[in-house]
């Protein structure tokens, strides 16, 4: 691969980076449990997941959810979650991705919807933070699109990135329409929360692996 200096990816954490989807789906269980909703399968989970989360809920119990329905579903997922995140890791390959990545000359960020306190230190203990030149988790309620998240994450990079260089991968449908609200590529896989038909309605590329995602992400970026 060539040397591309403005060439830049934005990672997706849960289900992209960090292989979450086990405890993803024990929570939400959890979750639905609360309400006596049946258990979900990953295939159901993929195939009806969306953003805003509550109206993920919604497909499911066929109303939105109460505003103290959605409290309490929220802080037993996250409960849950960060009890069985523990036995997660990266995803397969990603420590020689990001390597390569930046021995090519190129630059990378994490922006994910998962907490900024509960990210950063997390991103630490895996050893992989100096691959990055930023690294932003969520701020205020979750349950939200990563769009303006996404506005604030490449304000803080102008001068060092272009969004028409830029390449956001992830798993997750809201991944490519928070890059599409700035300018930037998008490139999809289909290893975490979404299934490949949901993914494809999006209209970006759609990948089966990580590392293919990276080449497409070249690819993009370099045709800015």
Not at 20 to 25: G, K, L, M, N, S
Not at 37 to 62: D, H, K, N, S
Request: net charge negative.
């Amino acid at each position: 691969m060539g040397t591309h200096t403005d060439a830049h990816i934005v990672w997706d954490w849960n289900g992209t980076l960090f292989h979450d989807v086990d405890a993803v789906i024990g929570a939400t269980n959890a979750a639905f449990a609360e309400l006596g909703l049946a258990p979900i399968t990953l295939e159901r989970y993929r195939e009806l997941y969306c953003v805003p989360v509550p109206r993920f809920y919604e497909r499911l119990m066929g109303r939105l959810p109460s505003q103290a329905e959605w409290e309490v579903m929220d802080a037993v997922f996250h409960r849950h979650y960060t009890e069985h995140r523990v036995r997660c890791g990266l995803a397969d390959g990603v420590e020689d991705l990001l390597t390569g990545w930046v021995a090519a000359g190129r630059s990378q960020s994490i922006l994910s919807m998962y907490g900024h306190e509960e990210l950063v230190p997390l991103v630490e203990d895996f050893g992989i933070s100096s691959h990055f030149i930023r690294v932003d988790g969520r701020t205020g309620p979750s349950g939200g699109s990563k769009a303006e998240h996404m506005v604030r994450h490449l304000d803080a990079l102008r001068g060092a990135v272009d969004p028409r260089r830029t390449v956001v991968i992830g798993d997750a449908a809201d991944d490519a329409l928070a890059a599409l609200h700035v300018g930037a590529h998008a490139v999809l896989w289909t290893g975490g929360s979404h299934g490949r038909a949901g993914l494809e309605a999006v209209g970006v590329p759609v990948v089966d692996s990580l590392s293919d995602a990276v080449a497409e992400a070249e690819r993009l970026a370099v045709s800015g």
